[in-house]
């Protein structure tokens, strides 16, 4: 028989961070880097832990190269090849630190991560990304690439609840992905009606991880700025973004005119049409597209998109007074609203004085 949890579930959108006293004199007091040491492959990390996605539009190449500069780190898609990721190496030193080498959950994969990993042997992390991290089956193919590349810090998911982060982190998880259906490109919520509000299921998984020496990324959902303070706050380890980094020179794809003139990158999930046929994967009878593809408005160099979210990061810490990033969820109180901003002028912003929103 069918149940119905009672208990409120809340996404960003739904709370605001209650701000607090504060000793901080200024936003460049606050530290945003954060170290890690990771429960199985005992590498530790020390960098600014947000994550640009491996979709094929955003974790580029050109990314990871923008990114490193500040300390950022890349999901690299998993359409690279050896070369590829091994030019990027030679090509940019310390890069490794901050960059992941992507995966899906079949045989075929584990042989191409052990072949970059034999290869490459300084590469030190692996995402393993399904759209459904519940299944017996991608637990146990963690369990193998754990065993095959113990060295390797191991990024696996997607999943949203705390039994099933406890799972994947004993299977042999360092870090698991957390979210199902809140990207700004991904249509499983409509397609299949499953999903959950993406600052609970952080606050959740993140409880669940932590219990067990483990860590969460919280993976996508952020629009603004403030979600990705507000993700933080919920206990998140990591933030990945996807939809906040598209239309940029380093997303793939090639910048275009509309009828009006106005310059836009094409966008897309990489469950959509758009992707199965760019990598001739035929969208079988049984399944249905979950991703869908948009017009992005071409926003030129990354940095200044990263400037905007990082200096919202660091304003967030002052208001609560966090000094350090990991002081942020300590000090995180959210409460609950049914109105986050003032909508009077709502897109009648001038582009050219508000370049970034």
Do not use: W
């Amino acid at each position: 028989m069918p149940r119905v949890e009672n208990d409120i579930k809340l996404d960003f959108k739904d709370v605001l961070i209650r701000p607090k006293r504060s000793t901080l004199k200024s936003r460049e007091e606050v530290d945003l880097h954060r170290p890690y040491v990771f429960r199985h492959s005992k590498a530790e990390y020390h960098g600014i832990p947000i994550i640009a996605a491996n979709m094929d539009s955003v974790g580029t190449l050109e990314m990871a190269k923008t990114f490193h500069q500040s300390d950022l780190f890349t999901a690299l898609h998993k359409y690279y090849g050896v070369e590829e990721v091994a030019s990027l190496l030679k090509e940019v030193p310390g890069i490794e630190k901050n960059i992941a080498i992507s995966s899906g959950g079949t045989s075929d994969d584990l042989t191409r991560l052990q072949t970059i990993s034999d290869t490459l042997p300084a590469i030190q992390f692996a995402c393993l990304d399904v759209a459904n991290g519940y299944t017996e089956f991608f637990v146990d193919y963690v369990r193998r690439v754990r065993e095959a590349l113990p060295h390797l810090t191991i990024m696996a998911g997607n999943v949203v609840t705390g039994e099933m982060v406890e799972q994947l982190i004993l299977a042999g998880a360092d870090i698991v992905k957390v979210g199902i259906g809140p990207g700004s490109v991904c249509t499983t919520r409509t397609k299949t009606g499953v999903g959950y509000p993406q600052l609970s299921a952080v606050m959740e998984c993140a409880d669940a991880a932590h219990g067990l020496n483990g860590h969460i990324i919280s993976d996508g959902g952020c629009s603004v700025p403030g979600d990705i303070a507000k993700a933080f706050g919920g206990g998140a380890d990591f933030v990945m973004l996807g939809g906040m980094l598209a239309g940029h020179d380093e997303s793939a794809g090639e910048v275009m005119e509309d009828e009006s003139g106005k310059k836009f990158k094409i966008f897309y999930g990489m469950s959509s049409r758009t992707a199965m046929d760019k990598h001739s994967t035929k969208l079988a009878d049984y399944r249905a597209s979950e991703g869908k593809t948009v017009r992005v408005p071409y926003r030129g160099p990354v940095q200044m998109t990263m400037r905007d979210i990082l200096g919202g990061l660091r304003s967030a810490c002052t208001y609560v007074g966090a000094p350090h990033l990991k002081e942020l969820s300590k000090r995180t109180t959210f409460i609950r609203v049914t109105q986050q901003v003032n909508e009077a002028f709502r897109g009648l912003e001038d582009p050219k004085l508000n370049p970034v929103h």
